[in-house]
């Protein structure tokens, strides 16, 4: 059974960062294509930024594009995202989610594992 637990989350002012790290467990997480989605306050959980297994590719949101940056150790097994210059509506529950198809996807349908959520929130 894959598990998937994030840490990171906690309360910062705007203008600030965080890095959220998820360890993942189970011997084949090289071969995971790994995603980060939201879900904020009242609404969806909505894609943030997605990895392929061996971290060539990447996929931004829009929204975060140019702020955030994702990254994979697979030696640690773990995925991480990187958050700068955060504003108060990236205020959200965080996942991480693994993916055992090796090309990364935005949909939540795509994904096989899920974590239980950080919390980020950003005080203006």
């Known amino acids: 059974q894959v598990q998937l637990a994030e840490s990171g989350g906690e309360r910062v002012q705007a203008g600030g960062s965080l890095r959220l790290s998820c360890a993942v467990s189970?011997?084949?997480?090289?071969?995971?294509?790994m995603g980060w989605f939201r879900q904020p306050p009242g609404k969806e959980r909505e894609f943030v930024a997605a990895i392929g297994p061996i971290g060539g590719s990447t996929f931004y949101s829009r929204t975060v594009r140019g702020r955030f940056t994702i990254s994979r150790d697979n030696a640690k097994s773990t995925v991480y995202l990187q958050m700068n210059d955060l504003k108060p509506e990236d205020t959200a529950v965080y996942y991480c989610a693994g993916r055992l198809v090796p090309i990364p996807a935005v949909s939540t349908e795509g994904y096989n594992f899920w974590g239980q959520g950080t919390q980020v929130t950003v005080s203006s």
């Open positions: 189970g011997r084949t997480f090289s071969s995971y294509s």
